[in-house]
């Protein structure tokens, strides 16, 4: 490298902007391959000692770039979503930001609005991250959280799975999420059944189902009014792209999400659904 030279290194997860292209963020995923050589564990250690070693060298991690939003409309006004990307995603409604597992490698939250509310799915470190929860709370941030979670952050709401409330006006069921046939080597699910919450949370009368890390469970397939569905894509750890089809077709969301999805080809979806009319699929960046 020659001085004056910037280096940028590629931390799967992160977001970056071209220069010269602002406005086309893209985000480098963590690469199932990795994953799967180093395990879960190690990966987030090296994934660990690169961004330290990255901060010290004063070499930006990533440039905020613009993120893809959607406007919904509901009964009780506009749902704002915005996909930050992997599992990761900030609503807007009602005057209320929520951010659903808010994850330090793919924004610089820093420079997004602070968080009324947070759900987190699981405690994996891509979905329950110390560093991304302290730079969005206030003293009045509500969390809402898998009894798991709630053991290490010692605050917040905790919701097991078939739990109902209401949180911030928003009506919020806590749903099973877990794995039907992805193991570990030693036998165990990457996510047992218990640990794991999807939630649906109702807006007006639109329901938003956030699946968290789960295969094409029974409990999913039963869900009935869906208007929104996340669905998780990426193996190992969660769901081809025909276990989704599979669920898709059998609780029908008004609009489908595949997202959580690393190097998957959402292709694949598209194809496996093609000629579902009563379906909108739609692909956003959400690796
Ligand atoms: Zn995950």
Redesign the pocket.
Known sequence: MSEGEQLTILIPGSTLSLAGFPDIPFTVAPTNSNFKLFGEQTMERILAAIASAALLAGIPLFAQGTFEKDLIKTSAGPLEITFVG??TLMMKFAGKTIYI?PYSQLADYTKLPKADCVFI??Q?F??FDGKALAQIRTDQTIFVLTPACAKEFKKGIVMKNGEARDVLGVHVEALPAYNLVAKRPDGTPFHPQGEGNGYILTFGKTRVYIA??TENTPEMKALKHIDIAFL?M?LP??MTPEMVADAALAFKPKILYPY?YGETDTGKLVALLRGVHDIDLRIRKMK
């Open positions: 992997h599992g597992d799915t699981h994996h891509d979905h968290g890390d998780p990426n750890y969660t959580h």
